[in-house]
């Protein structure tokens, strides 16, 4: 079998293996007619299906549905969860012992291939061996059992912790990281970062706080709590606490009877698709909205400290924009000082076909401070500049400061994402998906809207009609799918991800548009 | 030696065993002199000193102090470290693998009796034996590598881990858990939950948003981002990201340059001590406190959602105040309809010699919300009113939710703490470490000022006159302990910590007296 794959599938099949006792059933090479099947669903060549060898040798070939969703124990389950905890937004009960791979067993021993992987925060594979080791380990033992106040008792191996790991993947130009507890915390923890470092430029380095600021600040009161902004974007989703939900722009769901700081937006593009067919309206629109940021920058009513901004707005509903309108972007907030923070907890760690996707722009320098988590299955954000850690202790700090088991988890989901070279192994498999999509976008125009995410690894979105049916009914195909914002399917598959999920994907696609 | 034991502690030293490997001495009985020695200095009677037989049979007798702190390998490490994370606040870089339940120790093998316990944080002893066997189950095991986003893709297990743990030690009259990852995440909810609630009082039960509302929330304007505050009291630490730090009122530096709502703040009793000769001015002081209270929730230029309190004012510097100002609180934020959280993530988990510090109050009324985090291992808020789940799904959300694997952490923790007895435990402990202290104040007037805690646990501070200088030096005779405020010691001993241990602590701090 091995003999008659070529290239990287080859040493990937080679050498995963499950530890882990599972219910589901071995694996087998996908049948030739399925293949044939799926291929010819997707109105793709067969030989363009290279190689079916899953990373996960033990991973069922299909989906398996044999209850409705949720079915008969699941019902139970729900009924009796809603009595110490809200199920209003519950999706699915599930059976992670029983989850493999890119498949996610539910409660009733339904088996769907998941392309929404916990809000994309699975980066490779549920019980993926790597991580069992890294979870049974002396190191994880005691980063469980002893946890530390890092900032004040960081264990010996902390520095090692950082540097083999989670500083080994710094973005370019980037090599700092302070640790948090997921994508709101590394946000906020990025904000107040950005404004200690905009008044120490205006106070002047090495100059004291004054007596008025000290007093002010524990009123709340300028000019010790000073009027100072983060600029984001509308449609932008960057988090739901205090600060981070004050840049959150995508839904009043998110927002509403929340008190929030009077900080600013800008429009983020709103590209027309396909993108070949609208060249110059998409130029003037990122013009225009490069535009609106310098107007924001130079007249808000107080200083912006920073702008934030997602490579790919997610939760808002999919909107990409160009790297040319990024590289602006860089260039305007240099202009004026104000210092660019890439959100990437959703983007980071692969799925775009780059480590972090804002790699995909070229700029001429780095983003002043990259956030990240999910994937990661951590949380913080990298930066460069020294003057960004504060200018004394205890200024940016909390009792734990992240959590060194999750960190250990990263770190191992680095070395799989290397050994395997799954961000490359992501591009391609995104660029196969991308194209069997763009067919049945041909084939359904009306049921496959402003497809997106071309060269952007799996990271692509269209709109649907009929959006919240279709991803129901995409459940009783075996597709645990999600959405975004108001119209937008939106696929945030792992980096396991091979062309024979792909083709299984887009076959269930069409069954459900055909039916 | 164990049939000369009496009562729980018997029963506790037959029961834990150490399953871990330590390059830490064998634990011996604490010598007959030394425990002689150390009730003298504390002017204790010997036949007060109970029992020596420890939780941790392999826990060392005392602690052991070999080169300065830090010593030459730590030196060397902090420098390495300095490269990648910012070592100005650190105080030891640790060694957790070798350190044992109350004992800590560094990079060069000092081992020091730890009663600071990062940050209040360590519940129930470095490389506790029932923490190592939860950190290795298959549960443990799922929850790291199989994250889950709680809110949508719960596992079958969810009802079971909250039921059975997290939610059996709920305050009385709360029964509703809300989980998140770190004290101020949980703070920050639980204002999240306030102010959803106090706007679904205002807007009737079933009316829906307006579109002025949910448009206006977009652009972070009233009335879809409402003028509404929390109310928190001077001197006290709910946290640092941006609605937590805009209730945070302990020091300038938590605070300064960072922008943040304008919400009101009362004095917190500042009680004189010893507190019987201070009976009346006591009472003038929590009156007038309470008389500010009102104040503000009848003046402040917006409606207060919620007033949010510390049972015991920690960071800010070790503030108590009396059972009575907490009723006469609770009945104050009744009479106005205003919201009253109490922030346990330092005070819960048994140090004060209750499960929760509030149990101390005797509230006719449970308090709204109860947050908890630090002891912990994982954060949260508990609730019983069903209105505080929003009435709308996706308002209280986040990916993550919290951390199933803390959870676990935090439910070993609960039957640790059940089966031996620790709480009741931890009362007695702390009267018998209190009138050591008690009997050095007198002794040591100038050095002792202010204590504080009688009747709390373990959770005692002081006055010293020379606070910093002090826990230096207390490094030098084997003692890791903590301050608070601008002069308070203050002692947060883990809930192991038992008598014999408070003997070394009291002549610890009698020779550094004497020194």
């Known amino acids: 079998m091995l003999s008659t ?16 006792t599972s219910k589901i059933q071995q694996a087998r090479p996908i049948h030739n007619t399925v293949r044939k099947h799926a291929a010819a669903a997707a109105n793709i060549a067969v030989d363009s299906v290279s190689s079916y060898e899953p990373f996960f040798p033990n991973e069922p070939s299909r989906p398996s549905v044999k209850t409705e969703i949720p079915g008969p124990k699941s019902k139970v389950a729900i009924t009796e ?42 980066p490779i594979g549920y019980n993926n061996p790597a991580l069992s080791a890294v979870a049974s380990s002396p190191e994880m033992l005691t980063a469980l059992i002893n946890r530390p106040a890092l900032g004040n008792f960081p264990p010996a191996s902390w520095m090692n912790t950082l540097k083999s790991g989670i500083l080994s993947v710094a973005p370019k130009g980037l090599n700092q990281v302070f640790t948090g507890m997921s994508g709101s915390d590394a946000n906020e923890c990025a904000y107040k970062a950005a404004f200690m470092y905009h008044r120490r430029k205006e106070r002047g380095e090495g100059a004291p706080f004054t007596e008025e600021e000290l007093q002010s600040a524990m009123n709340n009161q300028k000019p010790g709590s000073p009027e100072l902004a983060i600029m984001s974007f509308k449609k932008g989703f960057h988090g739901r606490l205090f600060g981070s939900l004050s840049t959150t722009r995508s839904k009043p769901i998110h927002k509403i009877d929340i008190p929030s700081f009077n900080w600013p937006q800008a429009r983020f593009p709103q590209l027309k698709y396909p993108l070949e067919e609208f060249v110059a309206e998409n130029q003037a629109e990122e013009a225009a909205c490069i535009a609106e940021v310098e107007e924001v920058l130079t007249k808000w009513h107080c200083p912006v400290s920073a702008v934030v901004i997602e490579p790919i707005q997610s939760e808002g509903g999919d909107f990409h924009a160009s790297p040319k309108f990024f590289q ?18 959703q983007t980071g760690v692969g799925a775009t076909g780059k480590f972090w996707a804002h790699d995909h722009w070229n700029l001429p320098s780095p983003p002043d401070i990259v956030t990240f988590s999910k994937k990661a299955q951590t949380a913080g954000y990298y930066f460069g500049n020294p003057q960004l850690r504060p200018n004394m202790a205890y200024r940016q700090f909390n009792t734990w400061m992240g959590d060194p088991a999750r960190v250990l988890l990263f770190n191992t989901i680095i070395k799989e994402v290397e050994r395997l070279n799954l961000v490359q192994h992501t591009a391609e498999t995104g660029d196969y998906l991308y194209n069997g999509l763009a067919e049945l976008s041909k084939k359904y125009p009306g049921e496959i809207q402003n497809l997106r995410g071309k060269g952007q690894g799996t990271f692509i979105a269209w709109d649907s009609p009929q959006r919240d049916a279709f991803l129901k009914k995409m459940k009783t195909v075996g597709v645990n799918i999600g959405g975004s914002g108001e119209s937008a399917v939106r696929l945030r598959p792992m980096l396991i991800f091979q062309k024979h999920h792909a083709d299984i994907l887009l076959e269930s696609i069409e069954k459900i548009i055909k039916a």
């Open 5 to 20: 794959l070529r290239g990287p599938s080859r040493a990937l099949a080679r050498k995963v293996s499950i530890p882990v």
């Open 328 to 345: 602006d972007l860089r260039a305007v907030t240099q202009k004026h000082n104000v210092l660019l923070i890439v959100d990437e907890v």
């Open 81 to 122: 969860l809603d009595e110490v905890f809200d199920t209003r937004s519950l999706n699915m009960i599930c059976d992670y012992e029983n989850s493999i791979g890119n498949y996610v067993s539910d409660h009733d021993h339904n088996v769907l291939l998941d392309v929404y992987a916990q809000i994309a925060s699975i």
